[in-house]
């Protein structure tokens, strides 16, 4: 008997020492000391021993059964505080490394001049609309006072989706559609991407932005207009900013002017910036002609008004000195971090 309990017990240690994770020293439990273990299955013969035999056998039992507990236990805690090491040097964090650093978005470029520009005329008493920019070519030309088969239709290389509708070649429209909707009189700037089939290069883009402005009301006259542009110059480019407005020619307005400001950079002197000119061209204006005040619901002899439309990709150009319009697209973050 004794002999068979040494051999349980040895078995028992070499398989305790040979266990490598908590599952396999759960089986060796199992396999002594569970119902059906071996030394279970020693107290259960027990009754074949002699009667004077039986204490010290139990004894003999109980001593094995409580030498294989404590190993198993040894072993358990042992294994455990293993893992635990493992798991911390797993999860070391070195407090001491520099932190990450995070990348804060930019405004883009283009952005900063819509919100300069906002700014200055929400400031003079105008509210911001917006159109779509798929448009009818009633509102992208007609309603303007360019009918079918007028040459300004072909001056703006716009992309036609089908014989009624294109995308816009120009904010424009907007002003049609806002003069429409018959809510008088009307102060509005109309912000927004239009589309033209240019090639992309240092100043062209298939697509940008124009900001499109429009006054109605009884008695405008060309001295608002006037009056309205060069304070928006000044705010814009500067307090001392000159404005220049040349006779020009839109199907829209009657009479119509291009608008220069004096360069920023040199005072007017000439430089590179100004092609050595002194001036530099912002935007396109005029009285909105009678015609279009007509095709949009407004009696022409109660009311007039002053429209101007300026890209605004130029104004963002000039205003942050970038010579390549090719950079706004590209969304290079070494370049849009410098705004
Ligand atoms: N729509 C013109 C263009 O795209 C710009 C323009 C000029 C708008 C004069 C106006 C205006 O409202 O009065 O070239």
Not at 185 to 211: K, L, N, W
Not at 224 to 248: I, M, Q, S, V, Y
Not at 273 to 284: D, M, N, Q, V, Y
Request: hydrophobic share 35%.
């Amino acid at each position: 008997m004794k002999e068979k309990l040494q051999k349980i017990q040895e078995k028992a240690m070499s398989q305790i020492r040979s266990a490598s994770d908590l599952s396999m020293l759960n089986d060796v439990r199992v396999s002594v000391l569970g119902k059906k273990g071996e030394l279970t299955s020693v107290l259960k013969s027990m009754k074949d021993v002699a009667a004077e035999e039986r204490p010290k056998v139990g004894q003999m039992v109980n001593d094995v059964r409580s030498e294989i507990e404590r190993m198993l236990e040894e072993a358990k805690e042992a294994m455990e505080s293993a893992l635990r090491e493992a798991k911390l040097k797993a999860e070391v964090l070195d407090v001491t490394l520099p932190a990450k650093k995070n990348c804060v978005g930019h405004r883009h470029p283009n952005t900063i001049a819509l919100e300069e520009v906002e700014r200055i005329f929400i400031g003079m008493g105008y509210e911001v609309v917006e159109g779509p920019e798929v448009e009818y070519l009633d509102y992208n030309f007609t309603k303007l006072n360019i009918p079918e088969g007028h040459p300004a239709r072909d001056e703006q290389d716009t992309f036609f989706i089908d014989s009624r509708i294109c995308l816009r070649s120009q904010t424009s429209p907007v002003q049609a559609r806002t003069m429409e909707r018959g809510k008088l009189p009307i102060r509005m700037i109309a912000p927004g991407r239009v589309f033209r089939s240019d090639e992309v290069d240092a100043t062209h883009s298939p697509s940008f932005h124009q900001v499109e402005g429009l006054v109605i009301d009884k008695n405008i006259t060309f001295a608002d207009l006037k009056g309205t542009l060069e304070e928006f110059a000044r705010e814009l480019f500067g307090e001392n900013t000159r404005t220049k407005f040349r006779p020009h020619h839109f199907p829209f307005t009657e009479p119509s002017a291009e608008v220069d400001v004096s360069c920023f950079k040199c005072g007017g002197k000439g430089c590179r910036f100004c092609k050595g000119s002194g001036w530099i061209e912002i935007l396109g204006c005029g009285m909105v002609h009678p015609h279009v005040l007509e095709m949009c619901g407004i009696d022409p002899k109660e009311y007039t008004g002053f429209a101007f439309g300026m890209g605004l990709e130029r104004i963002a150009l000039l205003k942050y000195e970038i010579d390549d319009m090719r950079l706004l697209y590209e969304n290079d973050t070494r370049f849009l971090k410098q705004f």
